[in-house]
């Protein structure tokens, strides 16, 4: 999979045995392939209009570049074609709006992640299954988040009410409590991840920076109480699952308007804005626990993956701002439990090509919301080897 | 399916039983429905920008469109979804370039049909296969012709060498030997069928005629053989199979120019232009199997479908031209050999559905353009009925 950054191809090379939903997932093989150079220019190219030929001409170029990505992992981890069963290619998300956009008299619902199947399944022989998100649309769900059920399978236990919590550019979360089954599980996007981070980082270093890294900038800088109130005044925190937010809601907009309008909250500097911003995420993520999460279950765990894992001063206030509300809480990285952080997310995705082939619904599925269970993806066969 | 017009969309239910390559096909019932009026509107509203969001909204419209036509169409034939095994499903063309488009440094070829199949599998409870151009793009082909493997199952002999010939807007043909194997078919379209005579039509009445029925007008006028000429002299006409080809090329914009130069071949009035374009066409026709059919094989048949061949004029005038080159030759409907004309496109999609679940490559495969097979289309399964 891509994700919003466009900063490359995760690929992650699984085996899987067992049967549903007792699995046994084992990573062999993980890594990141860069787009051509000229590809992530008209991926990032918003300037340009994207009309069908540009859209369509993107859609099967990207797919011929996870097809190679796909080939080059499988020749470093020393696979043939012949020994993958199936690939899950999520794409590119080049659109995506469950809300529903104008068309004529109506709001229609649709998602768009581009990267041909077709151009894959050649490429590498191996069938392929993409375009997971839009059968969870047409059940009328929001067609996110996905990884749910990777985490239920993954990381369910029957003594302990647990919280998958994964910090990329937006975080989001999936509630398991202990013993449950998959329609128990509640998830969404907290809110900000590392988005509000990133993009601080970036401007505070004249670009030199493009993180915090292990949140040291944060770390010396002093919080601003009223700015951390403004910012966890956002209607998003809310919002009543499910929900889920992007970089429009928490992103460039936000931080910037927050630095030009610096002189309201003086002193404040650089790293002020950065310990705010951390502390506005941290506090973000445990209002959310403690709002949506606990009229379901009370959290032992939280298990923590996605690059923000990695910041170390982020995961310390988190800490501190969980124990605020439950004291007995623990917070941990994902590799305890045999998670990598990194591929968490290219491993759910081959994931769901296996139950896309066992023919078992993987979208969340809430009662409540009058969502239908559905079988995500569509599959494109190996190129036949013989003519008809 | 919904064809370059926009005008709606032709279902066709059909049985299929035996084994590939001898099966047989029968057709149970077809209708088109209309696309709502909205949804027309937006479809041919080619000054609208179609960016992501409308392309997107428009593929997920299309979709849902396509599965209630469907579901109508089950219910009229008595059948209930249950009774289906599969959908194939078209879709509409929005964006087809397999020569390649512009995309950085490279040139990309590409084909983009909307309707999502995950709509179409929501709302009717059947799987249903899409996309099914991509696969031939992907192994270097054209993404079409589709249909001869259809007209090969469908209309092959041992005795005779036929050439299944659809007029449509444009005009193609499969030429299928006597006793030939699918790699043994010339296939390609032969330029204008029925886009040139419908435009002028529409011209020269004012709009009020969508088309020249029966060539009624056409068959009162006089053709100006200058004029004949000077259309038979398109470079299009020459170049060799395969080859496909337009409204672009052969669409309102040559109409239009012959229209308001008819000074130049005077007398030139409105039913002398249709007399022209119609021998045109035919003509066209005849020349193509001269040139590009006769060296393969000598035909014995040609079996017309296609809006075209309800043209009796200009099914005349094509008897005539062929004849002058080929004595013997026969020119009959496709009913004579049990093929609808106007379901025939929408019976070859369902059977190009039945093709992809038997994994059956479905493509034109030409050794001498060292085209490879492969099975066409992508399948979108049911909804599950039930959680995991």
Redo the contacts between chains.
């Keep these: 999979m891509s994700g919003t950054s466009r900063d490359g191809i995760d690929v992650a090379l699984v085996e899987i045995g067992g049967t549903?939903?007792s699995n046994l997932i084992r990573l062999i093989h993980a890594e990141t392939a860069p787009f051509p150079r000229?590809?992530r220019?008209?991926l990032i190219g918003d300037g340009a209009?994207?009309?069908?030929?540009?859209?369509?001409?993107?859609?099967?170029?990207v797919g011929e570049c996870f097809g190679r990505a796909a080939m080059r992992a499988m020749a470093r981890a020393g696979l043939a074609p012949a020994d993958v069963d199936v690939i899950g290619s999520h794409g590119q998300t080049?659109?995506h709006?469950p809300g529903?956009?104008?068309?004529?008299?109506?709001a229609?619902?649709?998602?768009?992640q581009i990267g041909?199947?077709?151009?894959i399944?050649?490429l590498t022989g191996v069938e392929t299954v993409?375009?997971f998100r839009?059968?969870d649309?047409?059940?009328g769900g929001e067609g996110a988040p996905l990884v749910p059920?990777y985490d239920y399978v993954t990381l369910r236990s029957p003594a302990k009410s647990r919280i998958a919590l994964n910090i990329g550019g937006i975080a989001n979360l999936t509630a398991l409590p202990r013993g449950g089954s998959?329609?128990d599980m509640v998830c969404f996007d907290t809110g900000p991840g590392n988005c509000l981070l990133d993009i601080a980082a970036a401007l505070i270093t004249g670009g030199r920076a493009r993180y915090d890294r292990n949140g040291a900038l944060a770390r010396r800088g002093e919080v601003d109480r009223s700015l951390l109130a403004r910012i966890l005044g956002h209607p998003y925190f809310r919002r009543r699952p499910p929900k889920s937010t992007g970089w429009e809601e928490f992103g460039e907009t936000l931080v910037h308007r927050i630095w030009r309008e610096r002189a309201r909250w003086r002193p404040l500097e650089a790293r002020g804005l950065l310990a705010t911003l951390t502390e506005a995420t941290a506090e973000s993520i445990a209002m959310a626990v403690a709002d949506f999460v606990r009229p379901h279950m009370s959290p032992d765990q939280v298990i923590a993956t996605g690059g923000g894992a990695r910041n170390t001063f982020l995961m310390e206030r988190l800490g501190l701002r969980l124990a605020d509300r439950f004291p007995a809480i623990t917070v941990e990285k994902g590799e305890a439990f045999g998670i990598d952080s990194d591929a968490k997310e290219a491993c759910a995705f081959a994931y769901l090509a296996y139950l896309?082939l066992a023919?078992?619904?993987?979208n969340v599925?809430s009662q409540a919301a009058g969502l239908?269970?559905?079988?995500l993806g569509?599959?494109?066969?190996?190129?036949?080897?013989?003519?008809?």
Tied chains: 1, 2.
Excluded at 49 to 61: E, H, M, N, S, V
Excluded at 108 to 112: D, E, F, N, Y
Excluded at 359 to 362: E, K, V, W
Excluded at 378 to 388: D, F, G, K
């Design positions: 549903f939903p000229w590809l220019a008209e209009p994207a009309g069908p030929a540009r859209l369509t001409a993107l859609d099967f170029a080049v659109f709006a529903g956009v104008r068309l004529g008299p109506r229609v619902a649709g998602t768009l041909r199947g077709s151009m399944a050649r993409t375009d839009s059968a649309i047409a059940v059920i998959p329609t896309h023919r078992i619904a993987a599925v239908r269970p559905a079988v569509c599959l494109y066969p190996a190129p036949a080897r013989l003519s008809c």
